[in-house]
């Protein structure tokens, strides 16, 4: 597992929602190409990762996600993430559930937190005091055009 950053580089946190996406996708999941061709870094920390197994493991995400391939990706991220200690006074939102999720961004110091979850797209308090940060929390569209415009 790599801890080391480089900070020229974008950081992204990204919510398990799109991780499980990226799983089921594989190769066919533009944004996990975009991950291998090392166009941004993926920041996580180890809840956020234990999570990332909890769900994984589900069987009905194994409906949409083998065994073989669920083991490949957690290779690939144990591999290429860069894990963090969360910061545990960073803001947080409606849905406690992504409370480490958050403070993993914080902790990061990520340029990006993306996500489909709407606790945390629509939390406009969230959003301001994550911008404070320099965090912009967005969506996986929103979230490629930012990196092709950097």
Not at 16 to 26: E, Q, S, Y
Not at 81 to 103: G, K
Not at 112 to 139: C, H, T, Y
Request: proline letters at 3%; aromatic letters at 8%; a negative charge.
């Amino acid at each position: 597992m790599r801890e080391n950053k480089s900070e020229s580089m974008t950081r992204a946190v990204l919510d398990t929602n799109i991780l499980i996406r990226m799983a089921a996708g594989g190769s066919r999941s533009e944004l996990f190409n975009r991950w291998q061709a090392k166009r941004f870094e993926v920041v996580m920390s180890f809840s956020t990762l234990t999570e990332l197994r909890i769900v994984l493991a589900r069987p009905e995400i194994l409906e949409y996600v083998t065994g073989k391939s669920t083991q490949e990706f957690l290779l690939f991220v144990d591999e290429h993430a860069h894990f963090v200690q969360p910061n545990l006074s960073a803001p947080t939102c409606r849905d406690p559930e992504d409370t480490s999720l958050i403070a993993t961004a914080v902790g990061g110091k990520v340029n990006f937190l993306v996500s489909a979850d709407p606790d945390l797209l629509d939390d406009g308090k969230l959003i301001a005091e994550l911008s404070q940060l320099w965090i912009r929390v967005m969506r996986v569209a929103e979230f490629f055009k930012a990196i092709d415009n950097s």
